[in-house]
């Protein structure tokens, strides 16, 4: 009999589609409004053509956004086989949010500009979420690639169609630039059809007895908003037109409205079945930070200095240098001073380039929390540093370097995690590490970035991962000899750091053994599920965390980046480490209190100290059978059924993984004919890799020929 262990894909993208037709300003504009109200509890990213109809989006997508432009190349792109993706994910519960040339598309019919031949667009559209005609545009005097039309325009809101959700304003004013009017929606009720603002003022374009200017649709389980307007865009971000009379006013007119545009938007998300940010929070825009401190423990500043420099220094005295080169991303300016702070000497240079300044050694363990920031205490890493690398050498027996076949108190001279550099907001740890060589190439393995937010973290493929406060999020640079390439390939390094984060939780604190029983396992072949809290009634696991690697080549080296993010103290937008915590304890019941929740500093450290142990376990022996016992013990898969896209939808079993690349291992299996979901292996074997989609690595399984 197949088992099947019930995994929680949660709904967790909001996919904007960046494909021909959209505008930058439309696709900015869309998505800075979107991660403000909904960036702390979906992961906000954008989509292609070529992925909306090739890859298996619709199943972890919460909202599906099409920005403002023009619609016809949506039409030559999509027609066909990307629309009937959209409109099956729509009708079988998905959700749909058109602005202005997203809006048209989303209608039965698209007329345009009708009276102007240079310009004039007149169709049916595949999608028909609103079964009748959007003209427009509803106000005269549009011009393509120009603002000479644009408005600030009245709305006014229903109310009723709200009703359960936090109100809207009655009226405001929202930019406005060659949208339509849906016309005769308030006969399309029947229809599923129903107003949720109108155009206060008179429009140019005939639209029945209502100015329809937003329409809510219920298409079969799903739902689809279209807009005329852009209740999307921020005045604050509109770029003055000194030679449009009147366009001061209108950025003056919206900006005014900026609490009551995201009101409605808010509704909107919510009337989709969307949770949103706090509205508190709204203007809490985080934003990169451009200083970052490199700590390191006592005694390691001058051996740093000489390595990030490549120079020798004997002593500590000020001084600073520039990195830059033209195959990275960004330009930094490393300084360091005797006592610590900030170099006075600092003179920014002009560049198209991002530049940071890099404060070396500025603090030093035991001199306390960073001053500028209170959100990473360095004291406590390297106090649990310093514990759990004294834990692993000094015991006599540890059950999980015992799993490994390490007696005794052999332990390796760890090393990991001397060097930290934090800022408390960054864009991605992995893109500032990985995308400038220059500095990566000195740094030594071991060395970590961590943050308390990313703006911009990056997940498998085109993924962003949702990085709010509470989220550990750390890169370990990983310098891997070209010489063992061959026989230490470089695809075990997610095993072993999936295998580094669950020993770390459970070996985060030996004196409670309520955290050995948390229940964290492995989802092949990056990902980190628990067992989810909130259905106690249902056995069924939720992604807590992830893992990336970014690879690079710098002789003798492969540098490997390796990103790590897991939902620690942040209940949002799956579940924490905490919740599960929680949970454990009471269901152990007794005596059993829950234990201190986790400290990010202190799982930084455990997950460092058990990730160069498993690295210095695998340069020695590779993915030997006792690394390979570990992670199948903590794995979802083992006999888990799966289809091979290749084989016209054959069945296979999964039994492992291979030894040598790290690929999936799969009997070919067939109904036994007797009992129900029973299988029965056909002896034909099959190594399986990912066809790289970028939703899910266990859709789109293809053979690999052996």
């Not at 005045?235 to 609490?259: C, M, W």
């Not at 893109?431 to 943050?451: D, K, Y």
């Not at 590779?622 to 896209?645: C, M, P, R």
Request: include cysteine; charged fraction near 20%; proline fraction near 5%.
């Amino acid at each position: 009999m197949a088992t099947r262990v019930k995994t929680d894909q949660r709904v967790l993208n909001v996919l904007i589609y960046a494909g021909a037709g959209v505008t930058p300003e439309c696709l900015r504009q869309c998505t800075d409004s979107l991660k403000r109200l909904v960036g702390s509890k979906y992961a906000v990213s954008h989509i292609t053509a070529t992925t909306l109809k090739s890859e298996p989006w619709q199943s972890t997508c919460a909202l599906l956004v099409f920005p403002g432009g023009a619609d016809l190349p949506f039409c030559r792109d999509l027609n066909g086989p990307g629309n009937r993706a959209i409109a099956d994910y729509v009708r079988n519960g998905g959700a749909y949010l058109g602005f202005c040339a997203g809006g048209y598309y989303g209608c039965g019919q698209c007329w345009f500009q009708l009276d102007d031949p240079s310009q004039d667009v007149k169709g049916p559209r595949e999608l028909a979420f609103f079964p009748g005609t959007c003209g427009g545009p509803a106000f005269k005097g549009f011009q393509y690639h120009c603002e000479m039309g644009a408005k600030a325009a009245k709305l006014s809101v229903n109310e009723k169609a709200f009703n359960g959700a936090q109100a809207p304003p009655n009226v405001f004013k929202s930019y406005y630039n060659g949208g339509g009017v849906f016309l005769n929606a308030e006969a399309m009720e029947s229809d599923g059809v129903e107003i949720l603002a109108e155009y206060a003022d008179h429009i140019d374009f005939p639209s029945g007895t209502t100015q329809a200017a937003v329409v809510f649709c219920k298409v079969g389980q799903g739902k689809a908003i279209l807009t005329g307007p852009h209740p999307e865009f921020s005045g604050a971000s509109l770029k003055p037109q000194p030679d449009i009379p009147g366009y001061d006013k209108l950025i003056e007119e919206v900006t005014a409205n900026e609490s009551a545009r995201l009101e409605f938007l808010a509704a909107c998300l919510s009337k989709m079945g969307l949770s949103h940010s706090p509205k508190a929070s709204w203007d809490d825009i985080p934003r990169p930070n451009t200083m970052l401190n490199i700590y390191c423990q006592g005694g390691h500043l001058i051996s740093l200095l000489n390595r990030l420099t490549g120079r020798s220094h004997a002593v500590i005295t000020d001084g600073s240098i520039w990195l830059e080169d033209k195959y990275g991303s960004d330009m930094f300016h490393l300084e360091w001073t005797t006592d610590g702070s900030w170099s006075t000497n600092y003179e920014p240079r002009k560049s198209d380039k991002a530049t940071y300044r890099l404060n070396v050694g500025s603090k030093v363990a035991g001199q306390g929390v960073d001053e500028s920031r209170t959100d990473f205490d360095h004291d406590i890493y390297y106090a649990s540093l310093e514990e759990f690398r004294t834990l692993e050498s000094s015991r006599g027996v540890s059950t999980w370097k015992q799993a490994l076949g390490t007696h005794g108190a052999w332990c390796p001279t760890l090393s990991w995690g001397n060097y930290l550099m934090y800022g408390d907001t960054v864009t991605s740890t992995n893109t500032l590490l990985s995308s400038n060589p220059q500095l990566l190439s000195r740094l030594e393995s071991g060395f970590t970035l961590t943050a308390t937010r990313q703006v911009a973290g990056r997940g498998r493929g085109n993924n962003v991962w949702v990085s709010p406060a509470g989220c550990l999020i750390m890169s370990t640079v990983i310098n891997h000899s070209a010489s063992v390439i061959a026989s230490r390939p470089l695809g075990f390094f997610n095993y072993l750091a999936a295998i580094a984060i669950v020993e770390a939780i459970k070996g985060y604190d030996h004196a409670h053994d309520v955290y050995q029983k948390l229940d964290v396992k492995i989802k092949w072949p990056n990902d980190i599920y628990v067992r989810d809290p909130s259905k106690p009634d249902e056995p069924a696991y939720v992604k807590v965390g992830g893992i990336l690697a970014n690879c690079s080549y710098s002789a003798p080296n492969y540098q490997v980046v390796l990103g790590i993010g897991i939902n620690t103290n942040n209940a949002q937008p799956t579940t924490s480490l905490d919740a599960l915590l929680k949970w454990t304890a009471s269901m152990l019941g007794g005596d059993k209190s829950c234990p201190p929740t986790f400290q990010i500093e202190r799982l930084v450290a455990r997950i460092l100290t058990c990730l160069e142990i498993l690295y210095d376990h695998f340069l020695r022996k590779g993915f030997s059978d006792e690394v390979e016992a570990l992670y199948y013990k903590h794995w979802l898969h083992t006999n888990q059924i799966v289809t091979l896209e290749d084989e016209d939808g054959v069945k296979a079993r999964v039994l492992g993984i291979t030894k040598d690349q790290g690929l999936l291992v799969a009997e070919e299996v067939m109904e036994d004919g007797i009992e129900l979901n029973s299988w029965k292996g056909t002896g034909t074997m099959f190594q399986l890799q990912s066809d790289e989609n970028g939703f899910d690595y266990w859709k789109g399984l293809i053979k690999r020929k052996v």
